[in-house]
Structures are given as structure tokens and as C-alpha cells.
């Protein structure tokens, strides 16, 4: 495991940070990627990336600010910003709003959510292992898999009751990574093979968000209620929304049959 910084030319750089923002650069590879293999020209694409990176990162910060203002005496939004830490689940609502909002501005309105889909996979399983190397592992286990950092590495990892445990940890990050890996993998089989534009994120939204709700589990996270984390407390609330959207879509039948357009060909019209 890395410290949680290290030095260039003098200069202190956060682990953590080099692999968010390798995570963004990955994404909008594979999002330009997507777009020359589907034949898209529109240079209004990238101002959507740049709404979705710009709000995900609002979003991120703030929805992570409720463990800073309870725990500060004199809570300040500079505060917040700095000391709030960040949500992944937080950064997925606002890059959702973000993409919308500016193809309000912009004017564009087709469809996006099959380019985003894989991007964000990736992006975010690039981004869990800057998490891996920094943060705190797990919940204890008994499983060969544990992992058991030395006492020097535990003693550079915040906030970890567990490391002083002695035992193995679950490396949470890992099982993260590796989900996150294999849903790209499903989500580019998936691309040829979904004929509703744009369904390809909320494929993603709903499996990200029923594999983070079980993962949470032997996460190293404070409890907010029930014995649940605040994120499996947002997930309980959006995750029903998701469940029923699908729901819907079958009882119309929209999956019954159709494969997607081939690349760069202008898709069928799909009842909304």
C-alpha cells in the first residue's frame, strides 16, 4: 500500500487524488472511444462531459459533507470542501444532473447514456484503487483472502479501527475494482443487444448500486441508521425508483425484441 501522499519535486500529491483523476482521464478515453466507434461527430458531446465532470465533483464533495458538519464544532462550507471527503454515489447523481442540465444549455437531445455507461465503469474502478491504497480496508474476516497490513502501513491509514485488530481485513476496494471490471465487460456485450437509446446507464445504475448496497456491508463505513451506511441509506431510496423504471419497461414490452443501430447509423424511434 502507497502513503496516503507523496512527493514530486518537492511538491506533497495525494495517492488518492492521482487515481481520481486518472479514473476521469480513463472515462473520457472510453467515452471518446464510444463515440468514434458509433460514427458521432457532434463536438456538443464534450461540453456533456464537461457538465458531468464538473457537477460530479460539486455533488461528490457535498454529499459527503454530512460526517464534517456533525463533527465540527464550527463547521464552514471551505471546511466542507476541503475536509467533507467525497462520495462516489454523490458524484453519479451529479454527473447525472450535470449531463442533463447542459443539454438544456446546449441544445442537444439524443440520448447519451449508452456513451456514459462504460465510461463510468471504468472511471470508477480506476478511481477505488487510489481508495485501496489509502483508506481503510474492511470489516474484519476469516477469510484466506484477508488482507493484514503491517503495523507501519496501518499506522498511515485514517480512521481504521480494524487495522489495530490485528486480524485480516476484507480488502472491500478489491471486490469493488473487480465488479466494477466485469460490469464494463457486460456493458459493451450489452450495447448490441439493448435496442432502447441510452438504457445502458441505468443498467449500470441499478447493478453499481445493488452490488455497492451488499459491499457496504464489510465496508469500513460509519453506521448511519438501522446499522446501515449513509450510502445504503441513499440506495434504499433510489434503488426502488430503478426497480420500478424496469418494471415498467418490461410490461410495455420494450425488450421483447430489436437489437440496437449499428454505429453511426441514426437510432429508431423509441416510444420515451
Known amino acids: 500500500m502507497f502513503p496516503v501522499a507523496f512527493h514530486v519535486g518537492g511538491v506533497s500529491v495525494p495517492t488518492h487524488d492521482v487515481f481520481v483523476v486518472l479514473g476521469a482521464a480513463t472515462g473520457i478515453i472510453v467515452f471518446w472511444w464510444e463515440t468514434r466507434r458509433r460514427g458521432l461527430r457532434d463536438e456538443r ?12 465533483a460539486v ?21 466542507l ?24 444549455i446546449v441544445g442537444y437531445r439524443e440520448k447519451t447514456g449508452d456513451l456514459f455507461a462504460p465510461a463510468a465503469a471504468l472511471a470508477i474502478a480506476v478511481g477505488r ?17 484477508g488482507i493484514l497490513p503491517s503495523p507501519s502501513i496501518a499506522s498511515r491509514i485514517p480512521s ?24 464494463f465487460g457486460l456493458l459493451r456485450w450489452m450495447r448490441s443487444r439493448v435496442s432502447v437509446p441510452g438504457e445502458l446507464f441505468k443498467v449500470f445504475l441499478l447493478c453499481y448500486g445493488m452490488f455497492r448496497f451488499a459491499v457496504e456491508f464489510v465496508r469500513e463505513n460509519p453506521r448511519f441508521a438501522l ?42 424511434p423509441v416510444e420515451a
Do not use: N
Open 129 to 145: 484503487i487510489g481508495c485501496f491504497l489509502t483508506e481503510p480496508l474492511g470489516t474484519p474476516t476469516s477469510m484466506p483472502w
Open 227 to 268: 446499522g446501515l451506511s449513509g450510502s445504503q441509506v441513499f440506495l434504499l431510496c433510489t434503488l426502488p425508483v430503478l426497480l420500478g423504471y424496469f418494471a415498467r419497461q418490461v410490461r410495455r414490452g420494450a425488450y421483447r425484441r430489436g437489437r440496437a443501430p449499428a454505429p453511426g447509423r441514426a437510432p429508431a
Open 45 to 56: 458531446m464534450w461540453w456533456l462531459v464537461l457538465g458531468a465532470l464538473l457537477t460530479g
Open 59 to 79: 455533488f461528490a464533495r457535498l454529499s459527503a459533507g454530512w460526517r464534517y458538519l456533525a463533527g465540527d464544532p464550527e463547521p464552514s462550507f471551505a471546511g
Open 81 to 104: 470542501w476541503l475536509y467533507g471527503g467525497k462520495s462516489v454515489l454523490g458524484g453519479l447523481a451529479g454527473a447525472y444532473f450535470g449531463v442533463l442540465l447542459t443539454k438544456r
Open 160 to 183: 481504521c479501527p480494524a487495522c489495530a485488530t490485528g486480524h485480516p481485513m476484507h480488502p472491500a476496494f478489491l471486490y469493488e475494482i473487480a465488479f466494477l471490471v466485469a460490469l
